[in-house]
């Protein structure tokens, strides 16, 4: 027995070349405007005016006038059907919308596609404008597909800066480089600040002395961060507020060489310093704190 | 008016694929179950609904004779549309009263190319075939005009595709999902048949279906010219077929698309009791050029059978809707 496949065949069936026809006068106006990116309607004996232009009023049957009016380019969509996959014969190759689109001054809808990037920026009532072909030649597809009106720009922002750190900064980033945290004493609140600082936060008062604190501390309160950062090792990483020994208030830093789960308030931490050849006045000379092994420390309210 | 009736009515096991028949192969069998069911060898006018692109064949109809048997010569006429329209030309030719009786069929194989690209081909050549406007874009319009509500679709889908494999000639689809959900009719192959009797030779049967009334009506082409989200051709159509001059019992309609039923219904002023595609309708099985005959078969055949009284017939034809033809089918005058 033979099978189906074995006298299966694929056949073509095509006009090479294309079919011509002619266009009559109403239509023919019609694709002539189209060529110089103008579209046109056409008016019936009761004033309407039809879009595309039919050579008989679909109402009444009786031959249209011979009145042409410019519409558009512009009109409001109608109906509108999302294509997520275009077939090859479809004006545009990616998702874009068929649409029933009401041209300004038209009394009724042309059938054309809306590339609106989105399905969701589709709606009733949308403006859409017709975005022409450079090459155009008298046909429907003159027009490569319509586009929603301007609504939104994208507005660029960038400006160039030369920042230094300030005194303060400054000479932190120093002790940085040194391998120690240099903290501010205010004399008023008997408080000590880290990063150092010239001038107390609660007091306003000047800071005159500068003291050195410890390299370790206590986690007092930390999040596990999920997104990458160019700051952070891998992800997901932890960034914690550290109170180092000697100081009244945190640090922010990163905390490594501990899965991200076992990190807890409380925890005792040291700094993970870059090799002393390898500083710089960076805080990048820290690599993170690191679990020193004690046990946790008691936290203040 | 000369009465008309439907005496014999036979369609395909349809199938979802290309079951390697030629179209007259298809229909030489359907030919043969009517000829039977009708007690006619021979008819006083033959006519016949297909379309050549289908299959890419020119003059598909000339061949399909053969499965007939032209010999010696008959009168035979075709249309390039649904069976059903060349039905309604079989009507016409007996209103002239000198032949008695009619062979109408329609067959098409969807199989052989791409349907949703050859419905294409049927869009005026000037503003909308140049896009590549396909069959489901096109329809796709249409039901974003009607803005039906998604439940009561997919409940249309459910019920066509139950119904559907409870009718031995329908296609054997399983319950709507996401992914297959039904919303178009399936690829199809398939053909149908319909023997049609007039004046004194409808005494010769003893359960008739009347066609009391037949109409077509057809609106503008141009998608953008009427109202999508109703069919004003096919309520005048009912209204010059009489379908409110009594009660409906069935109704089997061309739903190519499930959102058309809401509008034909509406179109047609069905009453809510009235029952809709019994034959699973198009949604179950759709034989291109077949399929609106099929729904006066199906319909005629359940006054045949006597399990309707009166029912509606619906098909249609163009894009969404665009001409429509409804009968009445009644087991009296």
């Given at each position: 027995m033979t099978t189906e496949s074995e006298l299966s065949a694929t056949y073509v069936l095509e006009f090479p070349g294309g079919y011509t026809r002619t266009t009559g006068p109403v239509i023919g106006r019609f694709l002539t405007e189209l060529r110089d990116a103008r579209i046109v309607g056409v008016r019936t004996a009761d004033q309407r005016t039809l879009v595309p232009p039919l050579e008989y009023d679909p109402h009444t049957g009786d031959p249209v006038t011979e009145e042409f009016v410019q519409v558009g380019p512009a009109g409001t969509v109608a109906e509108w059907v999302w294509v997520q996959a275009p077939r090859k014969n479809h004006p545009?190759?990616?998702?874009?919308?068929?649409?029933?689109?009401?041209?300004?001054?038209?009394d009724t809808t042309l059938v054309h596609a809306v590339d609106a990037g989105h399905k969701k920026a589709m709606r009733p009532g949308l403006r859409v404008r017709p975005r022409w072909r450079a090459e155009r030649i008298g046909q429907i597809?003159?027009?490569?597909?319509?586009?929603?009106?301007?609504?939104?720009?994208?507005?660029p922002v960038r400006a160039e800066y030369t920042i230094t750190p300030g005194r303060a900064l400054t000479?932190?980033?120093?002790?940085?480089r040194d391998g120690v945290f240099l903290a501010g004493h205010c004399a008023t609140c008997d408080k000590v600040y880290v990063p150092y600082r010239i001038s107390c936060p609660e007091c306003g008062s000047l800071i005159a002395a500068e003291r050195q604190v410890s390299d370790t501390g206590t986690i007092t309160t930390f999040a596990i961060n999920n997104l990458p950062d160019p700051r952070a090792p891998q992800v997901p990483f932890v960034s914690a507020y550290i109170l180092l020994d000697g100081?009244?208030?945190?640090?922010?830093?990163?905390?490594?060489?501990?899965?991200?789960?076992?990190?807890r308030q409380g925890m005792r931490v040291r700094a993970v310093w870059l090799p002393e050849s390898e500083r710089t006045l960076a805080m990048t000379n820290i690599k993170w704190f690191a679990p020193t092994g004690e046990p946790d420390a008691e936290l203040e309210n | 008016m000369r009465e008309v009736a439907i005496v014999a009515f036979a369609q395909t096991v349809h199938t979802d694929h290309d079951a390697g028949l030629t179209e007259p192969e298809l229909?030489?069998?359907?030919?043969?179950?009517?000829?039977?069911?009708?007690?006619?060898?021979?008819?006083?006018?033959?006519?016949?609904?297909?379309?050549?692109?289908?299959?890419?064949?020119?003059?598909?109809?000339?061949?399909?004779?053969?499965?007939?048997?032209?010999?010696?010569?008959?009168?035979?006429?075709?249309v390039e549309m649904d069976g059903a329209f060349?039905?309604?030309?079989?009507?016409?030719?007996?209103?002239?009263?000198d032949v008695d009786s009619a062979l109408v069929y329609g067959f098409g194989k969807t199989s052989m190319s791409d349907l949703r690209e050859i419905m294409t081909l049927q869009l005026d050549p000037y503003y909308l075939a140049p896009l590549g406007l396909d069959q489901i874009s096109f329809a796709g319009l249409q039901a974003s005009a009607r803005g039906a509500d998604r439940a009561e679709l997919d409940a249309i889908v459910?019920?066509?595709?139950?119904?559907?494999?409870?009718?031995?000639?329908?296609?054997?689809?399983?319950?709507?999902?996401?992914?297959?959900?039904?919303?178009?009719?399936?690829?199809?192959?398939?053909?149908?048949?319909?023997?049609?009797?007039?004046?004194?030779?409808?005494?010769?049967y003893p359960r008739p279906a009347y066609i009391t009334g037949i109409a077509h009506r057809i609106e503008p082409h141009y998608l953008g010219m009427r109202n999508l989200a109703?069919?004003?051709?096919?309520?005048?159509?009912?209204?010059?077929?009489?379908?409110?001059?009594?009660?409906?019992?069935?109704?089997?309609?061309?739903?190519?698309?499930?959102?058309?039923?809401?509008?034909?219904?509406?179109?047609?002023g069905l009453p809510e009791d009235t029952v809709i595609n019994p034959s699973g309708g198009p949604l179950a099985a759709n034989p291109v050029m077949a399929t609106g005959l099929i729904r006066i078969g199906e319909a005629a055949q359940r006054v045949l059978d006597g399990t309707a009284r009166r029912a509606v017939a619906h098909a249609t034809s163009g894009p969404c809707l665009q001409h429509n033809l409804v009968a009445v089918l009644s087991s009296e005058v």
């Open positions: 545009l190759d990616r998702p874009f919308a068929w649409a029933l689109i009401k041209l300004d001054g038209a597809t003159d027009i490569e597909c319509f586009v929603p009106d301007v609504t939104m720009i994208v507005s000479r932190f980033l120093e002790g940085v100081a009244d208030t945190p640090m922010i830093a990163l905390v490594g060489d501990v899965p991200a789960h076992e990190v | 229909l030489q069998p359907v030919i043969e179950e009517v000829r039977a069911k009708s007690g006619l060898r021979r008819f006083g006018f033959t006519c016949s609904g297909s379309c050549d692109y289908l299959a890419g064949a020119p003059f598909s109809f000339v061949s399909a004779l053969d499965s007939l048997g032209a010999w010696p010569p008959i009168s035979e006429s075709h060349a039905l309604y030309e079989a009507w016409v030719r007996l209103q002239h009263g459910r019920r066509s595709r139950a119904d559907g494999r409870a009718n031995p000639y329908a296609l054997n689809l399983p319950d709507p999902t996401e992914e297959d959900d039904g919303h178009v009719a399936p690829i199809t192959d398939g053909a149908a048949a319909i023997v049609l009797v007039a004046g004194e030779e409808i005494t010769k109703q069919s004003t051709s096919t309520a005048d159509a009912a209204t010059a077929a009489g379908v409110g001059k009594g009660p409906v019992d069935v109704a089997e309609l061309h739903t190519q698309f499930s959102h058309e039923e809401p509008i034909l219904r509406e179109a047609l």
